[in-house]
């Protein structure tokens, strides 16, 4: 089937942790001995079991899964379930030291506890409570907590992968929680996804759960909303939720794609402005400044003619995503600008490696197999003679 480079999750009907871990195990199944044998690490011995069943939702075949109690109880389905009947909750440091004590392999507890903290923070908040404090009344019991091992166990098999979600089916009405009636999304759900994209399908219930909220969360930025990662198609899966829905399957389905191209492609925010009455040394200081701030990627200026035939320079803020907001405020504080223009681009860029020389050098492969290298320019500027620097930036 080929490594994948990016998977695409599209919430036909929702999301919940249950949904994610079996379109995901759908999608591929090779996957499923490792995550069963990490549950095993974490299982309750309660006598209730975990299952994975092939299932068809309004004549699509889907995958679904689940904790069954021994009794049968009717919680053991993460999606939309009612958040009353789980009142006795498990506390956020009990789960932790649970995950922490169990023989887990380290990454799949990483990827766990991880997506826990999101949870637990959320809830806090809502809730004005100390972390320590947490009681996951919201999110259900031992069924959600194995959706969040599954999923950190599925998250560490699949390394190195952009994630992007489609917009989220917003729901409506109320759900019961052990704090009685909350609005559809739950306050912890939408604490979580702020930023993420919303649609009203027309279709009520709890569409996405505090589980899947906290996910999607640590997978994805809010920018990968809406976006499909294209190139060559690899596997579909499918996983099922429980509840009908009128006129819409309750499932979620995931895309894996492999990129054909040789570089890696990212999500990049990209702040652009112009002033017209900076000095050219404050400019110099301002674009040092930015360039040396946490989650910038790259700073230019050139010079431009702007309005009345005045002199101006332009700038290019190149940031991480998740600094975007951060950088424009800088911008604002460090240049005399009263306005930006904001976007987010894709970014592709080639492997590259450092080889230390002497002289130190970047190595990049190009898409047709060549590679290109150039001296690394503090080596050069420690050479004497435009003749001697220009033979050791093409040596014969």
């Known amino acids: ?39 095993v690490a974490v299982h309750p011995k309660d006598g209730s079991t ?72 959320a809830e806090a908040r809502m809730h004005a409570v100390p972390i320590s404090e947490v009681h996951f009344h919201e999110v259900g019991d031992w069924d959600s907590v194995l959706d969040v091992v599954a999923a950190g166990s599925i998250i560490a098999a699949l390394p190195d992968i952009d994630w992007s979600v489609s917009p989220l089916p917003l729901g409506g009405g109320l759900v019961d929680t052990a704090h009685g009636k909350l609005p559809v999304p739950a306050p912890a ?18 569409r996405v759960t505090p589980t899947g909220a906290a996910i999607l969360r640590y997978l994805c930025e809010p920018t990968d909303h809406g976006r499909q990662a294209g190139g060559t198609q690899l596997s579909i899966g499918t996983g099922a939720g429980t509840r009908t829905l009128a006129g819409i399957p309750n499932i979620l389905r995931a895309t ?31 674009a040092d400044r930015l360039r040396a701030s946490d989650g910038v990627l790259d700073v ?27 950088i424009a405020d800088l911008c ?10 904001r976007r987010v681009e894709d970014r592709m860029t080639l492997p590259r490696k450092l080889d230390p020389g002497p002289p130190s050098r970047k190595i990049v492969e190009r898409p047709d197999g060549t590679f290109t290298a150039k001296v690394e320019s503090d080596d050069l500027a420690n050479t004497e003679t435009l003749a001697a620097r220009r033979n050791l930036s093409n040596p014969e």
């Open 300 to 326: 230019s200026f050139g010079s431009r003619i702007g309005k009345k035939g005045r002199p101006m320079t332009d700038f290019r803020v190149l940031t991480e995503v998740t600094a975007g907001d951060a």
């Open 1 to 39: 089937m080929g490594t994948p480079t990016s998977i695409h999750l599209d919430a036909v009907g929702g999301i919940a942790g249950d949904m994610f871990v079996a379109s995901l195990l759908d999608c591929f199944p090779n996957l499923t001995d490792r995550v069963m044998a990490d549950l």
């Open 189 to 206: 759900t939408a604490e979580i996804l702020k930023g993420f994209s919303w649609r009203d399908d027309g279709v009520g219930g709890e």
């Open 332 to 341: 604002f504080v460090e240049t005399s600008t009263i306005g930006l223009r």
């Open 256 to 286: 894996a794609f492999r990129s054909e191209a040789v570089g890696t492609t990212q999500m990049v925010h990209v702040i652009c402005f112009d002033v017209d009455d900076m000095t050219g040394e404050e400019i110099g200081i301002a």
């Open 50 to 121: 975990v299952r994975l069943e092939e299932v068809t939702i309004s004549g699509i075949r889907a995958r679904r899964f689940g904790v069954v109690a021994s009794s049968e109880a009717k919680n053991h389905y993460g999606h939309s379930h009612d958040h009353g009947e789980h009142a006795h909750g498990s506390s956020y440091a009990g789960l932790v030291s649970h995950i922490t004590a169990s023989p887990l392999p380290p990454a799949t507890a990483h990827h766990a506890l991880a997506i826990l903290a999101l949870l637990a923070a």
